[in-house]
């Protein structure tokens, strides 16, 4: 009797798939012809049709070692793929032929009791989600159709299940569901559907949704497991698996890689062995509960022999599986509103028919303007965010619906409530949501006609139901016509199309209570009633209600008390959903106790003239509110709002309100009282670190555009009012991103910036100092070699007797090194200086704000003070050096043999597989210095601003090829005298070709790191990468031509991280080929440290590598590496060594 894939799962028994087919074949590569490919390198799907029989047998090793379903060789055999090899017109062909061979290797192996075959539908490689029209070359309609065809001639096939799999557009998984749920329908069959989506280590998509956003795309579609493969190893994959089966209503699989991939001369190898492969599966199934496993990239049979052993006769742990689960969710993150805080809060500015600044919005398309109110609703907690684009003035209600959706899914994840009374609207509109969402609403009219439309439309998306006691004689206002209308709503939604009680919400409706009419008068009242009474006869159907209905009329203020009573109240009385303002959400506990009162006794009906009680309070309140509510940002000075504009670096609405401010003020008033002020106290701000380096930005860009706009406006001396400053980083230096910075500011502080740029030689300096007669001068260096062109400078000036005020900064120096080089006796970077010193006098400023406080002692016909004293005579003899100590012994092992001598082949990566494996965590609290933020603070502003940022930036990258990352290695044999290393020629091991000396520390025990290399002979290793010079180029663009500085310093953060991501990946095929790789054994060592000193060596070290041929490597004048992202490394491979 054949055992059914549900039986097996409600068994609890572990469901074992086989490994990949990819890795067999290569196996057997040198049996496939290029006739067997017919041409179609590549496609190994075309095998199922010239060369069934390796397909078949690999099936049946795969089964013999012990897989219960194996998976059809029809991966990539939908039309999009076969397109790329011409082969779409056989897709059909193609499918069943790898049916047919699945089927015959399940009867060739009739001795396995479980044997079940799985079509297997892969992603098309086009991507629905994304902005870029090239990616999404094909709409919703057509990749369903397209998974249509290949579904339907899997079943008739003859498959026991289907697999989507590889899945990494959560959109593309909603068409695919579509498409293969019509063919069910069509067909009036069905087997167990599994759905499996690709994370990274972060547990995102390619797209950046997580587990939550994954459900809310599938999770209400009825699949028989959920699931993840590829991506990932075991290991990284584990944390999310778990997540996912704490969530999942139904079975979960993991099927990972063999690890994760290292690119080897381009191609991806996977080195995790069966044993530990297997070994974590198996904790998988048995600790956290997963129900499925198999094999992604990488695994071989044996990996699947392994996993059936240490699965025999096991079950699955048990797992607490969630009751009734409603995921929402949009292309970022997702609900399970079954889940949530009741009552959730579903967001209502977006709605054009009730607000007018939205219906102003949508007419004017600003969808950026509306993404903010967005933003706003789902910072102040906002589970949904309803959407409504109905507007008289237009009669494009889905065109517009379908636009904003598309806008909002990737920048927000607050899932959607779509509020129209237009099918067509929901149509058209789920089409663009990678999730589900709420669909609002339904009702009676017409017999239920357009009801009817929508809910086919909820049902087959997977989207709950909001529904209105509306029918053909009107609205119901009685609690008597309200509950016969649910119960009309409950028998269509859940008798007639099938959906489940808890899918559906009843609104009982709220009216007005400002009218004043006595009829009106229990309108609030009934509602909370029928509520109470409908949660009774229907405990499965769920409640929402449109609060702010029943203040429609009133005050402001009035309103506000009103509706959080009104809230209030239908919360106890069990409400699931509120419409509602979430900035306007009060604790009514707060409230003044005669305030509740004067609404209880409106909305209870207790009084007869409480509607003219409540508003005299609120007419004699005037401006003074008691609770807790709080004056928009409307309410403030045009002076205040300005400030508040760069406090909060919002640019909305800001040329009218410097247009307002420019009737009260004279530009310069403005420039010199609002914004230089509030830039002087972001800097104060930055400076106790509540603020970080990117908020400081984007400050500085909307400080930027107020400028630019008010300088129209300045009289003939107020442009130059605050000084003028040379900016420069000095000459062999590479590195201007913190030059760009400080340049940035100063800018928009008034200052006249004269930017000369990177590697500027002094003579170019000081002809810019004769031409420009400046306030100032400001010199940046990143390394202590340029950082000795600082003290050229100085003695140049001094010579020719200048007297301009000289201001340095960067990694290299600090206050002691301004005081040394002041000094223009002689200058040899020691701790003695002269009693002679620079006129005009030299600065260290630590950063931005720092310089700007410096130059304001130079406002032109202002006295020169120097900020910091100055020693009047000479300094200090240093105190003498403590004898070093005598470092303890070294023990070396056994003589370590690498793979080869010399230089290696040329290792090279994907950008896109590079940035897809960011830590984003890592990246922006280490490289885009946000790492002061709490922990809430910092995840809200990672999903608001950080993360839209690094998309952005992504895709840039992608299209314009910004990152060309590659890098290689090689060994030499060497030997150690003293402190010295003596490298040999590969071949030649007499012949010595360079020499390196590591100085030995006054700490750390008196160690060098030579300690570490064996004297009488060792191996060391040598590397170097680099990403190419495009992203710095485009980095220092957004500085220098358009004024972008977040997005500059950014970039050059992506940069600098994948630089060091890269040399890391190069550090691990090091080990694995010097076969050293357990527990990451020995360290890289960089140029420029302590360990390490004096980067000039760096220029042996790259010509033995040929590094300019290979990579295009030169050194500037001061030993720096262009392009600037590339590092060149020593590997030392002794366990016991470490950074000095």
Known sequence: MRVSYQQLLSDRLPVIFDGAMGTELQRRDSDITPDDRCGAAGCNEILNITRPDIIRSIHCEYLRAGAHVIETNTFGANRFKLREFGLQDRAAEINRAGVQAAREAVEECRERDIALVCGCLGPTGILPSSSDTTLAAAGFDELAAAFEDQASALLEGGV???????????????????????????????????????LDRTGRTLLGGDIMAFLGAAGNLSPAVLGLNCGTGPDEMVPHARALVDASPVPVSMIPNAGMPENVDGTPVYRMEPGPFAGRLADAVLEAGVSVVGGCCGTGCRHIEMLSGLLKGKKAAARSVPGRTLFLSTGLGGVDLEQAARPVIIGERLNAQGSRKTKELVLAGNYDELYQLALEQQDKHATLLDLCMAINERDDEPE???????????????????????????????????????????????????????????????????ALPIDDAGMAKTVGRKLELAGRIHELACEEFGLPAHFVYFDPLVYTLATGDIEAADAAKDSLDALREVKRRYPGMRTVMGVSNVSFGLGPKARRFLNNMMLHHASRAGLDAAIFNPLHLDNVDEYDADIRKLCDDLLLNRRANALERLVDHFEEMKSAVSGPVREPAAGHSPEERLKQKLFLRDRRDLVPLLDELLHAHPASEILNTLLLPAMAEIGERMARGEMILPFVLQAAEIMKESVTYLEPHFGKDDAAAKGKIILATVYGDVHDIGKNLVGSILKNQG??????????????????????????????????????????????????????????????????????????????????????????????????????????????????????????????????????????????????????????????????????????????????????MSGEEFERNALTEFDPAFDTLKREILDKELIDARGYYGFWPVYVKGETVYLLHPSDHATEVAAFTFPRMRRRQGRSIADWVRPEGDILALQVVTIGPRLAERSRAYFEKEDKYTFGFFLNGIGNFLTEEIADKVTTEVR?????????????????????????????????????DRLGITLTPGCQMVPEHSTVTVFVHHPESGYL
């Open 160 to 198: 026991d299940l289907l697999l989507l799999e590889t899945m990494q557009d959560l959109l593309e998984i909603r068409a695919a569901l579509a498409g293969i749920r019509s063919l069910f329908d069509k067909k009036n069959k069905c087997v167990p559907l599994q759905v499996q989506v690709t």
């Open 400 to 466: 517009t619906m379908t636009a904003l959706v598309r806008f909002l899914r990737d920048r927000v994840a607050a899932p959607f409530c779509i509020d129209s009374t237009d099918p067509v609207v929901f149509a058209e509109a789920l089409k663009q949501m990678p999730g589900a969402g709420l669909v609002n609403s339904i009702n009676l009219e017409k017999g239920g006609e357009k009801a009817r439309k929508i809910l086919a439309t909820a049902r087959s998306f997977g989207c709950p139901v909001i």
């Open 751 to 932: 200052f006249e910036v004269i930017d000369l740029g990177k590697q500027v030689p002094l003579a170019d300096i000081v002809a810019a100092v004769r031409r420009e007669n400046p306030d100032a001068v400001g010199l940046s260096a990143l390394l202590v070699t340029t950082s000795r062109e600082m003290a050229a400078a100085v003695k140049e000036f001094d010579r020719l007797g200048y007297t301009v005020p000289l201001l340095i900064g960067g990694a290299a120096v600090n206050r002691q090194f301004a005081e040394r080089i002041s000094a223009v006796g002689e200058y040899e970077m020691k701790e003695e200086v002269s009693a002679d010193r620079y006129a005009g006098g030299v600065y260290y400023a630590k950063d931005a704000f720092e310089a700007m406080r410096i130059l304001e002692t130079f406002k032109p016909g202002k006295d020169r003070a120097p900020v910091q004293d100055a020693p009047k005579g000479p300094a200090k003899a240093p105190a003498a050096d403590a004898p070093m100590s005598k470092p303890p012994p070294v023990e070396h092992g056994q003589l370590v043999t690498p793979m080869f001598f010399g230089t290696g082949d040329m290792l090279t990566w994907d950008a896109g597989a590079l940035l897809d494996g960011i830590d984003r965590t890592r990246l922006y609290k280490g490289y885009w210095r946000t790492g002061r």
């Open 1072 to 1108: 694995r080929a010097m076969y050293v790789v357990e527990n990451r054994r020995g360290t890289r060592y960089g140029f420029g440290y302590p360990g390490l000193p004096g980067l000039e060596k760096q220029r042996d070290l790259l010509e033995l590598l040929c590094a300019e």
